[in-house]
């Protein structure tokens, strides 16, 4: 089913130079709501600590 979209990604994407081909390795597709759902909770887990701080102030947005 996901197979046209990795196509596109691999071939158009990375070809153009629009994403990298590491960028490939930043998500998972899966027909499997419980292994979603785990690799969601390791997310939260792994990162919680730096959620919890909020987000950083950029000052290329102009926040100070």
Known sequence: YWQPLVSFLETTM???GTIDPP???TFTL???V???AGLIDQ???A???E???GPRRRRVLGER
Do not use: P, Y
């Open 23 to 25: 960028d490939l390795a």
């Open 43 to 45: 997310s939260v887990a």
């Open 30 to 32: 899966t027909d499997s």
């Open 34 to 36: 419980d292994e979603m």
């Open 14 to 16: 990375v070809a153009r």
């Open 51 to 53: 959620w919890a701080r």
């Open 47 to 49: 990162n919680a600590a």
